[in-house]
Nanobody, 130 residues
Framework: QVRMVESGGGMVEAGGSLTLSCAAS????????????LAWFRQSPGREREFVAA?????????YYSDSVDGRFAISRDNYKNTVILRMDSLKPEDTAVYYC??????????????????WGQGTQVTVSS
């Protein structure tokens, strides 16, 4: 399993941009971050945790986005730095939430399915004012 630590949250006006970063580290010397699918989720008060974006592992990397952020957010990963980045542009007040990064050893299937993720960060708050 891997430890996940998010950073980069904050407050921004509608239409602005933020970049979130998540540092991942293996719990043992046999855990390689490059072996994991990495994703971002978010949760706002009174709502269930919502899938935002995912990025697969390996050579042929693919990215997946929820309809609500597609075209505005971009997920990327740096396996040398063991980080996953979420670039958020054209932010809207409805993007306000706590954002979590997550890791999964399995690939394929539904990336929005939260039980597939073994490892979660503590979350970082993003607030978009109107």
């Amino acid at each position: 399993q891997v430890r996940m630590v998010e950073s980069g949250g904050g407050m921004v006006e509608a239409g602005g941009s933020l970049t979130l970063s998540c540092a991942a580290s293996g719990r043992t010397n046999k855990d390689y971050v490059s072996d994991y699918v990495l994703a971002w989720f978010r949760q706002s008060p009174g709502r269930e945790r919502e899938f935002v974006a995912a990025i697969t592992r390996g050579i042929g990397i693919n990215t997946y986005y929820s309809d609500s952020v597609d075209g505005r957010f971009a997920i990327s990963r740096d396996n040398y730095k063991n980080t996953v980045i979420l670039r958020m542009d054209s932010l809207k007040p409805e993007d306000t939430a706590v954002y979590y990064c997550a890791a999964s050893r399995s690939e394929g299937g539904t990336y929005s399915y939260t039980p597939r993720y073994c490892c979660w960060g503590q979350g970082t708050q993003v607030t978009v004012s109107s």
